[in-house]
């Protein structure tokens, strides 16, 4: 017969068991991919390259490409050059795969050049060596309904960008999704007239970037779990500045993922935690937007002048008037900025402590992290940015970096004002002309 010792014993046992049993199924679970299943029978796969490109080749000016339901692997590039008016789709983002996984030539997933009047749309692009998606030298493009992620969770080997259209025109990407780019998930540059809406980006070290590109819109998008959700730069040595960006009724919300991006690249500044981040650019309306707990800081607007100052590894960026020789009419410094009618909140009482900004912050403002700050530089001592913030319930700090983080001022009056408001994006796609919703 057992006594009470022996029965609180084998009690014991079974329990530490039971814990011991559900410890190594967390464990087996922690590195569970949502590709896995996708990827764990080989035989659902078929190889349709040859037949594509060559359909593809082949395509007459206003044809449809289209692809059903099914798993398709690549070993190379799709490239599609000097087509007019194609429609390229799928049978549906979660119905059609196309997998880049064990690539073997070319930097892209799918690359498009050269083309005008492009639509891609209804499937998931994957695990390309570089970018998933890249679109180049192109007048008119749609991406719709598409998913461009890497497998394997966020790690610095994924591709630069999900989606890349740079040195186009008349960009339109909608009702995507976006994961795990090293860089940014969906990124336009060097672009003109450009329409973001409607998307998710997570797990992104840039959820969503514009880099040196003009008459942007970027509104309706879910941008959360990145090291920073919406990031717009004007960078040097490019082949031309940008301006005039609306960024508008988006949710903005838990950008606190770790940076993952490769050691040289640009982003690799940007601290876990950040909501906006603007980079020297100019003519910026930021307005209706939910910026809600991104730890370090909800808006951060710097100079080139700063990036230069906390990365002295990148000296080969330094490339502006005085300390950047190669591009003697970059203006580093960001100006005409109206930021109004946001929603911030933060409910960390910390910043991410990994990087720069991120101890800055925690020195300068214990358990009160501004959600707007300015690095204080601009081109000419006599002169102010400038900055209007209809935001007049908020913390704001200008850090103060000319003199060296001295007399720091965190008074917002002079900055309540009404900026200049811009004209919403009107695109043209063929003969269909897209708008703005404000």
Same mark, same amino acid.
């Given at each position: ?182 860089? !940014? +998930? /969906?990124?336009?540059?060097? %672009?003109?007239? =450009?329409? #973001?809406?409607? @998307?998710? *980006?997570?797990? $992104?070290? !840039? +959820? /969503?970037?514009?880099?040196? %590109?003009?008459? =942007?819109? #970027?509104?309706? @998008?879910? *941008?959360?779990? $990145?090291?920073? +959700? /919406? ?208």
């Amino acid at each position: 017969m057992l006594n009470n010792d022996k029965i609180r014993m084998i009690v014991n046992i079974r329990k530490y068991f039971i814990f011991f049993i559900l410890f190594i199924f967390l464990l087996s679970c922690k590195d569970k991919d949502e590709y896995d299943s996708l990827y764990s029978d080989q035989s659902n796969w078929t190889n349709i390259e040859q037949n594509l490109q060559s359909q593809i080749i082949a395509a007459h000016d206003g044809d449809t490409i289209r692809l059903h339901e099914g798993h398709f692997w690549f070993t190379k590039s799709l490239i599609i050059d000097n087509k007019k008016d194609i429609t390229f789709t799928g049978a549906g983002m979660n119905k059609t795969f196309l997998s880049f996984k064990g690539q073997e030539e070319g930097a892209e997933g799918i690359r498009i050049a050269n083309c005008s009047g492009f639509t891609i749309s209804d499937m998931t692009v994957l695990d390309s060596n570089g970018d998933n998606i890249k679109a180049t030298n192109t007048n008119g493009i749609r991406f719709i309904r598409v998913r461009a992620d890497w497998s394997g969770g966020a790690k610095e080997s994924n591709g630069s960008y999900a989606f890349y259209p740079v040195l186009c025109k008349n960009v339109l990407i909608e009702e995507c999704i976006a994961a795990r780019a090293s860089d !940014a +998930g /969906i990124y336009v540059g060097q %672009s003109d007239t =450009v329409i #973001i809406r409607n @998307n998710r *980006a997570f797990q $992104n070290v !840039a +959820g /969503i970037g514009s880099e040196n %590109s003009n008459y =942007v819109d #970027i509104y309706h @998008n879910h *941008a959360y779990d $990145n090291t920073g +959700g /919406i990031l717009v730069f004007d960078l040097p040595g490019l082949t031309q500045y940008g301006s005039k960006t609306r960024i508008f009724d988006n949710q903005v919300i838990e950008n606190n993922h770790e940076n993952f991006a490769p050691k040289g690249n640009i982003v690799g500044m940007v601290p876990p935690g950040t909501g906006f981040m603007i980079l020297s650019t100019r003519q910026l309306e930021i307005f209706d937007n939910q910026v809600l707990n991104n730890k370090t800081i909800g808006t951060s607007i710097i100079s080139y002048e700063l990036v230069s100052a906390i990365d002295n590894d990148k000296k080969e960026n330094e490339r502006s008037t005085g300390k950047f020789p190669l591009d003697t009419l970059y203006n580093p410094y960001p100006d005409s900025i109206y930021i109004y009618n946001n929603n911030y909140a933060n409910t960390y009482w910390f910043p991410n402590l990994g990087n720069e900004i991120g101890k800055l912050i925690a020195w300068k403002f214990p358990f009160n992290t501004p959600f707007i700050l300015w690095d204080g530089f601009v081109k000419s001592p006599a002169k102010d940015i400038n900055l209007c913030l209809n935001q007049p319930n908020i913390t704001f700090a200008n850090i103060n970096g000319p003199e060296n983080l001295k007399n720091i001022k965190t008074g917002i009056s002079n900055y309540l004002c009404k900026g200049q408001q811009l004209v919403p994006v009107v695109l043209l796609f063929k003969n269909e002309i897209i708008t703005s919703i404000k």
